[in-house]
């Protein structure tokens, strides 16, 4: 084996090798390649993003996915990994999901668009106005011909978008 001197470069395996010996178009290519391939397979999913801060929640998703998983599968076996402590983590999960869930309705309604949630998942939005009314279906689900006056005094128990975004803002800052 031979002595390492110093400013001496450590042997890098072989893929290493091959990857310095590519020029950057060259590397760039072979990363988009694998990622082509990898979104090809069963469990991948390919998501857009055209901002920093939806850059930063597919990286915080990506990794919850693999802790995620690695605790369902170490659950019990792992003695640091107790259902207790699991149960809290799935519970903070599930908290931080429908708080997302909720930010994108209040951003929906704030431009102006229909918000659809994802599978699984309702319109928080949707749902506190139905209780704030004290309705299960909107009037016009309930009895199609709904009046002028029906619609305009279930229209009255509707929150503006900015009062409860304020609400939404002084939980932050109590927090």
């Known amino acids: 084996m031979t002595k390492k001197h110093k400013g001496q470069k450590t042997p890098q395996t072989q893929r290493g090798q091959n990857e310095a010996q590519l020029s950057p178009k060259e590397r760039h290519a072979n990363w988009t390649k694998s990622k082509l391939e990898r979104a090809a397979l069963d469990g991948y999913n390919v998501i857009r993003q055209e901002t920093k801060d939806v850059a930063l929640l597919i990286n915080l998703a990506g990794g ?64 506190e106005r139905q209780t704030q009314t004290g309705t299960e279906k909107s009037p016009k689900k309930q009895n199609n011909k709904a009046t002028k006056a029906d619609t305009a005094e279930n229209a009255s128990a509707v929150v503006p978008a900015d009062a409860v975004a304020e609400e939404l803002e002084a939980e932050a800052v109590a927090v």
């Not at 693999?66 to 605790?71: A, P, S």
């Open 64 to 127: 919850h996915d693999n802790i995620m998983k690695y605790l369902r599968l170490n659950v019990g076996l792992n003695p640091k990994i107790t259902m207790d402590k699991f149960n809290e983590i799935i519970r903070l999960s599930n908290e931080a999901k429908e708080k997302l869930n909720e930010v994108n309705a209040l951003a929906y309604e704030l431009a102006g668009k229909k918000y659809i949630p994802p599978r699984g998942m309702k319109n928080p939005l949707k749902a």
